[in-house]
Nanobody, 124 residues
Framework: QVQLEESGGGLVQAGGSLRLSCTTS????????WGWFRQVPGKERECVAA????????YYIDSAKGRFTISRDNAKNTVYLQMNSLKPEDTAVYYC?????????????????WGQGTQVTVSP
């Protein structure tokens, strides 16, 4: 059983940075692909970034391109989301998710494992 735990959320002013981490336990995740999703009340969960098992393929939602970077460290069983130049519209609960396949996916229904989420709040 894979367990995921996010950390690194918090309150930051617009223009600031945060780095989210997602640590796994239960097994090696080197053959998993990963995604970072976010959700605000009343809206569907959206994929902000995703990374393939090898790390060579990534996806970013348009609003995150040039500001967010997803990366993974298989030795530490950790996936990161570096968020720079944060905007108030980035405010959401951020979730990491994993799926036991090699390719990038952006649909939440394609992911099997989820963390509990971490709140990111960006003040104007």
């Amino acid at each position: 059983q894979v367990q995921l735990e996010e950390s690194g959320g918090g309150l930051v002013q617009a223009g600031g940075s945060l780095r989210l981490s997602c640590t796994t336990s239960g097994r090696s995740f080197s053959d998993y692909s990963w995604g970072w999703f976010r959700q605000v009340p009343g809206k569907e969960r959206e994929c902000v970034a995703a990374i393939s098992w090898s790390g060579r393929r990534t996806y970013y939602i348009d609003s995150a391109k040039g500001r967010f970077t997803i990366s993974r460290d298989n030795a530490k069983n950790t996936v990161y989301l570096q968020m720079n130049s944060l905007k108030p519209e980035d405010t959401a609960v951020y979730y990491c998710a994993a799926r036991p396949t090699l390719t990038v996916a952006t649909d939440a229904r394609d992911y099997d494992y989820w963390g509990q989420g971490t709140q990111v709040t960006v003040s104007p």
